[in-house]
């Protein structure tokens, strides 16, 4: 048993559909979000900023006595993983192994499809994990970079005209080529969850990254017995930009649920 929180961090707020599926595996864990929302979108910058952004972000967590940090930014994970996970002392959870473990699983045909950031794209870290656990899966890899302000604007249900053309046009080459399980890559992609899967039609099973980090988080407690033992967790939210922003959101990524009171920080300090 341990009671430490876990910590979880993202570029904003599309980590907190991670924190949603964490507390729903694991509703006793304490948890300490931190979503960089001043400097967020990530998901088009260089690898040198992404990884001194991530380590002033795990460092803010680290203040914190947790137990496990889950990196629920797509493009974290994607490009500066190792290095976190080097430079630490406790489990450092990444979305894209867990990913493809499960979207590796699903597919029959052993065609698969990845939608994500242009940097987790770029960076080629799914292609790679794909090609390691299974060299005969053929992957086709796609950046969407419109999705994520989509979402921040609301516009992500089925039926908005915006949104479904946006998606139409980004994933009818993926139709095309035949795969049968499509990786969400991005923390705000579970959002689009329906578009995409009205999109790429019902042969096509859709794999959240942010989901599977969670498994895996709760998968490596239990291994270490590492659990937290009380009724109920809590979470609390940090953000380095303006709170009133993030509580406004955050009922949409976390499923409906209130954040509750979320505290912003200055990132630049640690
Ligand atoms: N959090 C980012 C990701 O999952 C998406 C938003 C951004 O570009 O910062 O890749």
Do not use: W
């Not at 900023?49 to 930014?73: G, H, I, P, W």
């Not at 990845?114 to 940097?119: E, P």
């Not at 980004?170 to 035949?178: A, D, N, T, V």
């Not at 922003?245 to 209130?258: M, P």
Request: charged share 20%; hydrophobic share 40%.
């Amino acid at each position: 048993m341990n009671q430490r929180p876990i910590g979880v961090f993202d570029s904003g707020l599309g980590g907190l559909t991670a924190v949603r599926q964490l507390r729903r595996l694991m509703p006793s864990e304490n948890i300490i979000y931190f979503g960089d929302t001043a400097r967020v979108p990530y998901g088009n910058r260089g690898r040198e900023t992404l990884l001194k952004y991530a380590r002033q972000d795990l460092a803010f967590l680290r203040s914190f006595d947790l137990k496990a940090v889950v990196v629920a930014c797509g493009t974290v994970s994607s490009n500066c993983l190792e290095e976190l996970q080097a430079e630490s002392d406790i489990p450092i959870i990444g979305v894209v192994e867990p990913a493809v473990q499960q979207a590796a699983a699903l597919s029959q045909a052993r065609r698969v499809g990845l939608v994500a950031t242009r940097a987790s794209v770029d960076s080629g870290a799914y292609e790679r994990a794909f090609r390691q656990l299974d060299p005969a899966l053929s992957v086709c890899s796609l950046a969407c970079p419109l999705f994520v302000p989509l979402v921040e604007e609301g516009r992500c249900r089925p039926g908005d005209t915006v949104i479904e053309t946006v998606a139409e046009e980004y994933l009818s080459p993926l139709r095309e080529r035949g795969i049968d399980t499509l990786v969400l890559g991005c923390t705000h992609y579970p959002l689009l969850a329906d578009v995409i899967g009205n999109t790429m039609g019902p042969g096509v099973a859709l794999v959240d990254a942010g989901a599977e980090s969670a498994r895996a988080c709760r998968d490596l407690l239990t291994r270490c017995d590492a659990l937290a033992n009380r009724p109920e967790g809590a979470a609390s939210y940090y953000t380095s930009d303006r709170a009133g922003n993030f509580q406004r959101l955050a009922a949409l990524f976390l499923g409906g649920d209130d954040a509750g009171q979320v505290q912003q920080i200055d990132i630049t300090g640690y």
